[in-house]
Nanobody, 122 residues
Framework: QVQLVESGGRWVQPGGSLRLSCVVS????????LAWFRQASGKDREFVAA????????LYSDSAKGRFTISRDNAKNTAWLEMNSLNPEDTAVYLC???????????????WGQGTQVTVSS
């Protein structure tokens, strides 16, 4: 079983930046992809970005393109989500997930972290 722990979420003003971290442990050998999702209150879980551990290929949602950057360090089993130009619509719980394929559907991911809250407001 794979375990994921997110950190880095906090309150930030509009236009600000945040860097979220996700540390992965446990059964990772068949988890080729790491993704970030977010879930705002009362809304469905939404894909944000994903990365393949081998090769580093990335995939972004339209709302994340140009503002967010996903990266990873294989030696540290850690992935990050760098978020810039944040706006109130980015307010959500951000969760990282591990899965065998890099997909946009949450159903493709086997393991999930507990999430970290990001609040963007003035």
């Amino acid at each position: 079983q794979v375990q994921l722990v997110e950190s880095g979420g906090r309150w930030v003003q509009p236009g600000g930046s945040l860097r979220l971290s996700c540390v992965v442990s446990g059964r990772t050998y068949d988890q080729a992809a790491l993704a970030w999702f977010r879930q705002a209150s009362g809304k469905d879980r939404e894909f944000v970005a994903a990365i393949r551990w081998i090769g580093g290929r990335t995939l972004y949602s339209d709302s994340a393109k140009g503002r967010f950057t996903i990266s990873r360090d294989n030696a540290k089993n850690t992935a990050w989500l760098e978020m810039n130009s944040l706006n109130p619509e980015d307010t959500a719980v951000y969760l990282c997930a591990a899965g065998p394929y890099m997909r946009k559907s949450p159903h493709e991911y086997d393991g999930w972290g507990q999430g970290t809250q990001v609040t963007v407001s003035s």
